[in-house]
């Protein structure tokens, strides 16, 4: 496969080592800041991990695209959240700082240091499933700030089949917000 230099965008940030990350489904390549790595040799080093990336993300996105779109408006996603945070509150014996809404370009939801929860105002299209489910794994990260063993097993707890809500909420992301959900009428 040839890589499309176009596809991939290239960021510098204070690491180590280059990494590619592909939160989104456009790979992000990422290298230290003030080094001598050059992109064409690290891309060509993960040329392989990358052609499968991107052919999981063509097949996730072929799975999905006719997934159901909801309406709802911003203030029945508001109430539906808080209406989750407050069950897994008392289920996790604990209960963010403060949440907030608004339209992100590169994640469901965010948790910070500090406790506070954002929401990507964009769920308002999502089935009620993954809505709890990104309200409990945000309510998760109160407890384990990471990805680690321990963070999934707290979500296995709740949500057994979580990779399988994973590869939903990734295949509703391109549904989403590679195109206008506006112009989608459901
Ligand atoms: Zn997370």
């Given at each position: 496969m040839i890589m499309q230099k176009d596809k991939i965008s290239i960021i510098r940030r204070k690491i180590k080592y280059p990494r590619i990350e592909l939160k989104t489904g456009v790979p992000v390549l990422i290298l230290p800041q003030n080094?001598?790595?050059?992109e064409t040799e690290v891309l060509d080093k993960h040329k392989r991990w990358l052609r499968q990336k991107l052919e999981f993300i063509e097949k996730t996105k072929k799975k999905y695209k006719n997934q159901k779109i909801y309406q709802r408006s911003e203030n029945d996603l508001i109430k539906l959240v808080t209406s989750f945070v407050d069950e897994y509150s008392k289920i996790l014996e604990k209960k963010p700082s403060k949440i907030s809404f608004r339209y992100m370009k590169t994640k469901w939801a965010s948790c910070s240091k500090e406790g506070k929860i954002t929401f990507n105002s964009?769920?308002?299209?999502?089935?009620p499933r993954l809505i709890r489910y990104i309200v409990f794994h945000e309510m998760a990260h109160l407890l384990?700030?990471?990805?680690n063993k321990n963070f999934w097993r707290l979500i296995k707890k709740e949500f057994k089949n979580y990779t399988h809500y994973e590869e939903q909420l990734f295949g509703y992301w391109f549904l989403l917000l590679e195109e206008s959900p506006k112009s989608k009428d459901h």
């Open positions: 080094s001598s790595f050059d964009v769920m308002k299209y999502l089935p384990v700030s990471n990805h």
